[in-house]
């Protein structure tokens, strides 16, 4: 017995005038044995709706395999090489010109650490926009290599296409370092006297710290990713209910 909540969405589905792209009617029967072609290859609650770690880890397993789960996995390792170093040089050489005005340790820190995080996210936000693309199809693969990757969006988006979401990533740097340090210097007077098995209080400050910096920055980081599937293929990821949001970059 389907839920409410399923019945809508399969209903929504089948009333829909664009169908996802990757599905095609069958002979003879136009939209309507389409869209039966559509049910019969996994319109159910299982490939609409995950519920979960464990049910969303099961599915996936069952319906794609077991390489899978490294989808995305080269544009990622290219992103945290270069994103690392790229932030690292930013943050010395902000430092460095900082230095001069004699600002507070705290405010140093923190302008260089925004103006690194803010260019290093510019310049890697390809990666970072083809990871989210790579991990969000599922078994109707919407691209079939990095390099088919590049190219489809280059000619059907333009450049401007790999920086969708890009105010949203470049906008939760500033807010994640002021909570990240203000949260910071507020935990470790408290904390930096207490004896922990697994470090000191000052580690586990800056640890609660960051926790708290990036569950306040979240919901920036959901709008990135929704916005990172923006396109003519939005239709073709997991689910398929992806919405339109205009001026995403």
Do not use: C
Request: positive net charge; charged residues 15%.
């Amino acid at each position: 017995m389907r839920s409410a909540q399923e019945r809508i969405i399969i209903f929504t589905l089948s009333r829909s005038q664009n169908p996802p792209s990757g599905l095609k009617a069958s002979s003879g029967g136009g939209r309507s044995s389409g869209w039966a072609g559509f049910k019969a290859y996994g319109a159910t609650a299982s490939h609409l709706l995950r519920r979960g770690a464990v049910q969303t880890f099961k599915t996936i397993l069952h319906d794609e395999g077991v390489t899978a789960f490294w989808k995305g996995n080269i544009p990622a390792e290219l992103l945290y090489i270069t994103y690392g170093s790229i932030q690292f040089s930013i943050y010395r050489f902000s430092t460095q010109i900082l230095s001069p005005l004699s600002l507070p340790t705290s405010a140093e820190s923190f302008i260089s650490g925004a103006v690194a995080g803010a260019v290093a996210t510019t310049l890697t936000y390809p990666f970072d926009l083809l990871r989210t693309r790579f991990a969000a199809q599922g078994p109707d693969k919407v691209y079939v290599s990095l390099r088919s990757s590049i190219l489809t969006i280059a000619r059907d988006e333009g450049f401007v296409g790999f920086f969708q979401g890009l105010g949203a990533g470049v906008g939760q740097v500033v807010p994640y370092m002021g909570l990240l340090f203000s949260a910071y210097e507020t935990l470790r007077p408290p904390l930096s006297h207490l004896s922990l098995p697994f470090g000191s209080g000052d580690a586990m400050a800056g640890i609660m710290a960051g926790v708290i910096a990036k569950t306040g920055v979240f919901p920036l980081d959901l709008i990135r990713k929704r916005l990172q599937v923006q396109g003519p293929t939005r239709m073709r990821y997991v689910g398929g209910m992806i919405p339109v949001y205009e001026k995403s970059v």
